[in-house]
């Protein structure tokens, strides 16, 4: 825009009242660098207005350059006084300083034009004249760089670097500088011309039109005395979000609930008053006028400036009006009966245990019965026998630890170890298995009577929806028949309907938005209980839980409304702030009851997670007991192992050690107690007696009964136990132990 013309503008826009507090003006370079040319009374009625223009940084040269310029253009311009210099001219002057320079880099020897023979009034450029040496003078000055009178003269990639912007505000008699921009750190306060750094401060105070310090909005509310006519849904129930109430003598209309308390707590936040009055969508005779989608409608048409209620925020209804952010959260939710769950599962006794961690309790078991087996065997008659016997032992004693009610004696001090360990945690896991127990037969477990909707469908029962609700359509899209779907008005109603029973034209379960099933929830917690879509959607095929989820609850304008971003910024003070709890506490009543028995319901599963610590232990030490126990057992073998010139193979070696395993050991310090109980002892010459763990007795190859394994008698006496021994007769390494050679020796 010429400033001429932009003069006219600003004193036009002051006399109609443009220039008052609450207006913006940003004007570009084309004006702001000329507005030296302009008159006072211009410069008067731009007070206030922003301006941009290419930043020339004062420095000595340019005070020189323009004294200079100064001084001749009065001597060829006598006439006119007080002429200044603008940005044109000093590129022109750099323009031609960097053209002189690339001419001397390319060199004259060859500098010539050649002229064309053409009429003076021709318009065919082609046939002007022209520079000969062009690509060298052209390459000449791409590579020309220099400190200009408007700043550093470069080129980058063929292109002249553009210099920074300098924004100014009309304030007085001239333009101030109250920042910069630059193309890599846009908006600053001041530019380090030595390092070309730009400080991060703000921007300098800004004097608006009006002589304001306060940053406007660039719009207005009109004054003219009109008030927002904000539209109000009538409904029939949950009258706790709205409730339109109408005095039949006074005939004054009352709008109370907690939508209206929301918004009016938004409108206090905003930096501006606004005036607005509320208008129920209703008929002449204060029924509704219609459903939610009608009365969105109503205000895209103009017949309200704005919707306030439990408008849900969604996608076809964006198209015509704009929503303010949301002041609630919303998704959609199924209601269900609550039924006692208690006592009407058989195997109840196995739930306070995850099947993991009864796997790896049952393989405990086996375990540590192994590894008392092992370190008991040589020494302890109790675990001796025929092989289906000594396993029997085994599992007995493993799984009577668990009540502790094993008789058998364990004498080896590893075994020991082992048992009293395992018996810690076999402790520590009956005490939460009871207490986990205990809960679950005596806690109330209320869980729904339906929990899935293709049980829903496939059994053809019916559900109830909220009257004129976009969740009818949901429904529909799962597969429900309109036989199947009833509407409801109030929570009333909807307790009705439940109460029938799907038999007698009731509901088995009730689809609803959040807000109103928390709600009905609230209020009969022990007859009902939400189900999440992530819940009532496993068993189908479909998987987008999106559909079930909306933006929530928002306050709907007219499409271009200046007051939407407000209103959205100042939702977020109420919902960020205390007012919101406030606002809910005085209009949802919420039943500690309810909130007790909710978290009472809840009895989680114990699982492998919270005992592997005492399984690890267990483990370690039992591993542990049985790895030093059968290397001292091979050790003391080590010569049946490494006899490398026998002829048995090394299984038949292996086998040989086997049989030795599975007798009794001689040296145990057990066979000589035979006096202090009726289990072990040694039985005393002359009164022989076979064991009946261990078969007959059977003679070894020199004739005499073996003695290499004793045993005790009930009376206390000892007599030598007659063992057939487990090794081949013909074995001419086999060694007769007399019972004389019993020592004590702590296995």
């Given at each position: ?13 002051k ?10 003006w ?10 030296s ?45 007080d002429?200044?210099l ?26 010539s ?6 009429p ?8 002007l ?29 063929n292109?002249?670097?553009?210099s ?18 630059t ?15 730009s ?31 904000i ?27 907690y ?19 509320y ?52 998704n ?12 009407k ?21 086996l ?25 029997g ?10 009540i ?23 402790l ?26 293709n ?15 976009f969740?009818?359509?949901i ?6 028949q ?11 109603e ?48 479909s ?33 960020e702030?205390?007012k ?15 909130h ?26 039992s ?15 080590w ?5 490398s ?24 310090h ?10 072990s ?18 003679a ?9 394994h ?38």
């Open positions: 825009m010429f400033p001429s013309l932009g003069a006219r503008l600003f004193i036009k826009a006399e109609i009242g443009m220039m008052s507090e609450g207006y913006v940003i004007m570009t370079d084309g004006m702001t660098n000329l507005l040319l302009l008159d006072p009374s211009a410069i008067d009625s731009m007070q206030g207005a922003l301006g941009v223009r290419p930043y020339v940084p004062r420095t000595k040269e340019l005070e020189y350059f323009r004294v200079r310029w100064k001084k001749k253009f009065h001597r060829d311009h006598p006439d006119i006084v002429a200044e603008n940005i044109y001219g000093l590129w022109a002057y750099d323009a031609t300083m960097a053209l002189a320079m690339a001419i001397e880099e390319a060199g004259t020897a060859n500098f034009i050649q002229r064309a023979n053409v003076r009034n021709s318009t065919d450029l082609e046939t004249k022209f520079f000969q040496n062009g690509p060298n003078l052209a390459e000449a000055l791409s590579n020309t760089c220099f400190r200009g009178l408007t700043g550093d003269f470069l080129f980058i990639n292109q002249l670097q553009s920074a912007f300098e924004i100014v505000n009309l304030n007085g008699v001239g333009p101030k500088g109250i920042g910069f921009w193309s890599d750190r846009g908006l600053v306060k001041k530019l380090n011309s030595a390092t070309n750094v400080s991060k401060a703000k921007l300098s105070t800004i004097i608006w039109p009006g002589d304001s310090t306060s940053v406007p909005k660039g719009w207005e509310i009109p004054t003219n005395g009109k008030r927002l006519q539209g109000v849904p009538v409904k029939v129930g949950f009258r706790e979000f709205v409730n339109v109430t109408r005095d039949p003598f006074t005939k004054v209309t009352k709008v109370t609930g939508c209206i308390d929301v918004f009016d707590a938004v409108m206090k936040e905003l930096p501006y008053p606004v005036d607005y009055d208008i129920p969508f209703a008929l002449p005779n204060g029924s509704s006028a219609g459903t939610y989608n009608d009365l969105v409608y109503q205000v895209h048409l103009g017949n309200f400036d704005a919707a306030v209620g439990d408008i849900t925020i969604i996608a076809n209804r964006s198209l015509y009006v704009d929503y303010t952010l949301p002041y609630t959260e919303c959609v939710l199924m209601l269900a009966r609550v039924q006692d769950e208690k006592n599962n058989a195997m109840i006794f196995l739930k306070p245990l995850s099947w993991e961690l009864w796997v790896t309790i049952f393989c405990f078991f375990f540590i019965g192994f590894v008392v087996w092992v370190l008991e065997h040589r020494i302890n008659d109790d675990f001796q026998g025929p092989p289906f016997y000594q396993a032992t085994s599992l007995w004693f493993a799984f009577s630890t668990m502790f009610a094993h008789r058998e004696r364990v004498f080896n001090n590893w075994a020991r170890l082992v048992v009293i360990i395992w018996s810690f945690v076999l520590i896991l009956t005490q939460s298995y009871t207490a986990s127990l205990a809960s679950l037969l005596t806690v109330q477990r209320l869980q729904p009577s339906v929990i899935y909707v049980e829903l469908i496939q059994n053809r029962e019916t559900v109830g929806y909220p009257v004129g609700s969740i009818y359509g429904l529909k899209g799962l597969g429900f309109d036989n199947q779907l009833v509407s409801y008005n109030s929570p009333e909807l307790d009705k309907l439940f109460s029938e029973g799907t038999g007698n034209h009731g509901i088995a379960a009730a689809f609803d938005e959040s807000p109103y099933i928390k709600f009905i929830w609230a209020r009969s917690c022990s007859n009902y209980t939400t189900v999440e879509p992530s819940t009532f959607m496993l068993k189908t095929q998987r987008n839980f999106q559909q079930f989820k909306t933006d929530g609850y928002g306050f709907v304008f007219r499409r271009g409304s200046p007051l939407v971003p407000d209103v959205s910024k100042a939702i977020l003070k109420v919902t702030n205390d919101m709890r406030r606002i809910e506490d005085a209009w949802f009543v919420k039943d500690s009851k309810c007790e028995r909710n978290n009472s319901v809840s009895c989680s599963v114990l699982g492998i997670d919270s005992f592997w610590g005492l399984f690890s232990i267990a483990g370690a030490i591993l542990s007991a049985l790895v030093t126990y059968t290397a001292k057992f091979i050790h003391e073998h010569e049946i192992l490494k006899d010139n026998s002829r048995p193979s090394i299984w038949s070696r292996m086998l040989h050690l086997l049989r030795i395993f599975n007798q009794m050991d001689p040296k145990a057990t066979l000589e107690k035979g006096g202090e109980d009726g289990r002892g040694i039985n005393a010459p002359g009164e022989a007696a076979p064991n009946l763990r261990n078969g007959p007795a059977q070894d190859p020199n004739g005499e009964p073996s003695t290499e004793v045993d005790s008698i009930s009376d206390g006496q000892t007599t030598p136990d007659v063992v057939p021994s487990s090794e081949p007769a013909n074995n001419p390494n086999q060694e007769i132990q007399p019972s004389t050679d019993i020592t004590h020796e702590n296995n």
